[in-house]
């Protein structure tokens, strides 16, 4: 899996656009890129991923440049629910690579009032 | 539906003695992957089951184990503990889509080694 690269920490105000960035500039053809976000003492959710077009779920927007090599997570309307630590994650289909994960540093989010 | 179970959530053990963690996928699922995470090493990947098979394994020593049930419930073991492996240790589950999966994580069992 490509390795990928995030600021270690940002601060947000609420009801602000939180926007995520991530560098992944190995990143190969078939390889999706996955955000995945951790609140403190329970598990990592699952937020979006895609693969080259930008993506939008009730949670979050992906945008990919054209190159692949970054992508921006945003948090449209950011709450202090929102504060968490937040993984770029890059990973070659299932039928490849089985469901392995590789985590980084992540980021860590602090949305203030 | 219900979520990712694991057993026990907290545990204290000594140094030398085993334990065995256990997680419950959510159903349908038949993918159990195991995660250990410390504050110093973060996040990482300890091994996949698919079908009661290994399909991933991480780089961790062979003290630490696992296997899968027929129903998919996943157990992982460590032997001969050591104070390193005060941990989080976090179990995750996927479906069977070809391309992407989703991974549900579960709460964790938080294991201290004294």
């Known amino acids: 899996d490509a390795k990928t690269t995030q600021p270690p920490s940002m601060d947000c105000a609420e009801g602000r656009a939180a926007n995520l960035p991530c560098n992944h500039s190995?990143?190969?053809?078939?390889?999706?890129v996955y955000w995945y976000r951790q609140i403190h003492s329970q598990g990592p959710q699952y937020i979006i991923h895609g693969l080259k077009n930008n993506e939008t779920n009730e949670m979050a927007s992906l945008i990919i440049t054209e190159d692949r090599k970054s992508s921006t997570l945003i948090l449209p309307h950011a709450t202090l629910r929102d504060t968490a630590v937040y993984y770029c994650?890059?990973?070659?289909?299932?039928?490849?690579?089985?469901?392995?994960?590789?985590f980084g540093g992540g980021t860590r989010v602090l949305v203030k009032p | 539906k219900a979520g990712v179970t694991q057993t026990p959530r907290y545990l204290i053990k000594t140094r030398g003695q085993q334990v065995t963690l256990s997680c419950s996928p959510i159903s349908g699922h038949r993918s159990v992957s195991w995660y250990q995470q410390t504050p110093g090493q973060g996040l990482q990947f300890l091994f996949e089951?698919?079908?009661?098979?290994?399909?991933n394994k991480g780089n961790f020593p062979g003290r630490f184990s696992g296997r899968q049930f027929s129903n998919s419930r996943s157990e992982m073991n460590v032997s001969t503990l050591e104070l390193g492996d005060s941990a989080l240790y976090l179990c995750?589950?996927?479906?069977?889509?070809?391309?992407?999966?989703?991974?549900?994580f579960g709460p964790g069992t938080r294991l201290t080694v004294l």
């Open positions: 995750a589950s996927s479906g069977d889509t070809m391309t992407y999966n989703e991974q549900f």
């Open positions: 089951y698919f079908s009661e098979t290994q399909r």
């Open positions: 994650i890059v990973r070659a289909p299932q039928e490849a690579a089985g469901n392995k994960l590789t």
């Open positions: 190995t990143i190969s053809g078939n390889e999706y």
